[in-house]
């Protein structure tokens, strides 16, 4: 089965946020790794994958300007209605991230993707993410990659996913990423189901 918008509707619309299997109640791992970053505060920051995560507020809470995809309208939506009321610079966008992202999307300093990638499969659909991710990242800008590991499930979310090594994201992102750090970390998803991830953040040094 492929990733659709349609399937992610009907999971984000009958499934609590604190009962979806990627639930986090913290987003520390993450922050380990924007912490490396100097000066990552004053930045525009692309979550490929928004969804319902809490690390919305939390980048929003430290002054970032945000462009927020997913390919679910229902969880934009989830989204939306929590910041009901409060201004924010945050540019909207609903689509398959596997498609090039539009010429009117601001380019961003930093790509944080939280499982999102894993659920691409098709090899086509893997290019043109990672053609996005080159396309919006300004030169000089960080990425930071959190997938399922290589001992990693093989399936989430009832959809078969691509298990990733540090190895692979660095071959795939291509000669113009550096690897900063990256590290192992074991998920405990809310049903207490052990979730093996890898966690990697990239510097860009080049065009190409």
Same mark, same amino acid.
């Given at each position: 089965?492929?990733?659709?918008?349609?399937?992610?509707?009907?999971?984000?619309?009958?499934?609590?946020?604190?009962?979806?299997?990627?639930?986090?109640?913290?987003?520390?791992?993450?922050?380990?790794?924007?912490? =490396?970053?100097?000066?990552?505060? =004053?930045?525009?920051?692309?979550?490929?994958?928004?969804? $319902?995560?809490?690390?919305?507020?939390?980048?929003?809470?430290?002054?970032?300007?945000?462009?927020?995809?997913?390919?679910?309208?229902?969880?934009?939506?989830?989204?939306?209605?929590?910041? =009901?009321?409060?201004?924010?610079?945050?540019?909207?966008?609903?689509?398959?991230?596997?498609?090039?992202?539009?010429? $009117?999307?601001?380019?961003?300093?930093?790509?944080?993707?939280?499982?999102?990638?894993?659920?691409?499969?098709?090899?086509?659909?893997?290019? @043109?993410?990672?053609?996005n991710v080159r396309s919006a990242l300004k030169t000089g800008g960080h990425a930071i990659f959190a997938e399922f590991s290589k001992t990693g499930a093989e399936k989430c979310a009832g959809l078969q996913v691509h298990r990733y090594s540090v190895e692979?994201?660095?071959?795939?992102?291509?000669?113009?990423? $550096?690897?900063?750090?990256?590290?192992?970390? $074991?998920?405990?998803?809310?049903?207490?189901?052990?979730?093996?991830?890898?966690?990697?953040?990239?510097?860009?040094?080049?065009? @190409?």
């Amino acid at each position: 089965m492929k990733s659709t918008g349609e399937h992610w509707d009907r999971i984000f619309s009958k499934t609590e946020d604190e009962m979806l299997g990627w639930y986090e109640r913290d987003a520390s791992r993450t922050l380990k790794l924007l912490d =490396q970053i100097p000066g990552w505060e =004053q930045s525009t920051v692309f979550l490929p994958g928004a969804g $319902t995560s809490i690390l919305v507020e939390e980048l929003l809470s430290r002054g970032v300007k945000l462009v927020l995809n997913d390919i679910s309208a229902e969880a934009l939506n989830k989204v939306k209605a929590r910041l =009901q009321g409060e201004e924010h610079d945050i540019h909207w966008l609903c689509r398959d991230i596997a498609l090039p992202v539009p010429d $009117t999307v601001p380019h961003v300093d930093i790509w944080i993707d939280r499982a999102v990638l894993h659920f691409l499969t098709d090899e086509d659909d893997i290019k @043109g993410y990672f053609n996005n991710v080159r396309s919006a990242l300004k030169t000089g800008g960080h990425a930071i990659f959190a997938e399922f590991s290589k001992t990693g499930a093989e399936k989430c979310a009832g959809l078969q996913v691509h298990r990733y090594s540090v190895e692979e994201l660095s071959e795939r992102l291509g000669e113009f990423f $550096t690897l900063i750090s990256h590290f192992d970390y $074991t998920y405990l998803n809310p049903h207490g189901d052990p979730r093996p991830y890898v966690y990697a953040l990239y510097k860009r040094i080049g065009n @190409g």
